[in-house]
């Protein structure tokens, strides 16, 4: 979805660095979520925002952070990246509407590989 | 961690109506079923949406039976563009509004 970004689209970093993953939304969506996905894998969830102040653990939170600067931005982090973090990042945007179910627009990916 | 399940991978034909089933035993009352697919190195795209019964739209269709726990996405005469990861979502409300995706069902269409 071309409202969702995520910059960059590619990186390449080496064991121990800090790296930030950031993503912006023109959506107006108050949810915003981080996914990881390994080759072969389904999607696995880091952390997930429902609104500013909101910050919650996903499945597999241990060794990254986030935050949530403003309802348009979600940002992750890798404190001291390690060769198991290499994957495909994913960030994702919904919002949830009476009478509806909630939907999830995904942005491009970042393809992370960590040396 | 309540968790949806779906077929690791089908294989179908060209011009063959292809249908994939996920079980989700832990379905709340306000809880909808949505199902995404990706193609490789890119993000998931909504399909469809569901809460009950069936719907329908122009790219496949929805079966969901009276008790809920399990839904089929139905994909009309595939092409081989079809070919990709199909993943089932449900919000399940009685899992503190933890998101998951079932581990994707695998389809790959043959010519």
């Known amino acids: 979805d071309a409202d969702v970004t995520q910059t960059p689209r590619n990186r390449i970093t080496k064991t121990g660095k800090r790296i930030m993953l950031e993503c912006s939304q023109t959506?107006?969506?108050?949810?915003m979520y981080w996914y990881r996905q390994d080759p072969g894998l389904g999607l696995r969830l880091i952390y997930y925002?429902?609104?500013?102040?909101?910050?919650n653990k996903g499945e597999i939170s241990d060794g990254y952070s986030v935050s949530r600067q403003a309802q348009a931005k979600f940002s992750l982090s890798l404190e001291s990246a390690i060769p198991n973090q290499t994957a495909l990042y994913f960030c994702a945007t919904s919002d949830l509407r009476p009478g509806s179910g909630e939907t999830q627009y995904f942005g491009p990916g970042t393809r992370l590989l960590v040396l | 961690l309540a968790k949806t399940t779906q077929p690791i991978s089908m294989d179908s034909y060209e011009g063959q109506e292809v249908n994939i089933t996920c079980s989700h035993n832990n379905i709340a009352t306000n809880d909808y079923i949505t199902w995404y697919q990706q193609f490789p190195s890119q993000g998931p795209r909504f399909i469809i949406q569901?809460?009950?019964t069936k719907v329908t739209n122009e790219v496949a269709s929805l079966f969901i039976p009276a008790d809920r726990k399990s839904s089929t996405l139905s994909l009309p005469r595939v092409s081989l563009s079809d070919t990709a990861v199909y993943y089932c979502?449900?919000?399940?409300?009685?899992?503190?509004?933890?998101?998951?995706f079932g581990g994707g069902t695998r389809l790959m269409v043959k010519p």
């Open positions: 925002s429902f609104d500013v102040k909101d910050i």
């Open positions: 569901g809460y009950k």
């Open positions: 959506k107006g969506h108050d949810r």
């Open positions: 979502l449900v919000v399940l409300s009685n899992a503190g509004n933890m998101l998951t």
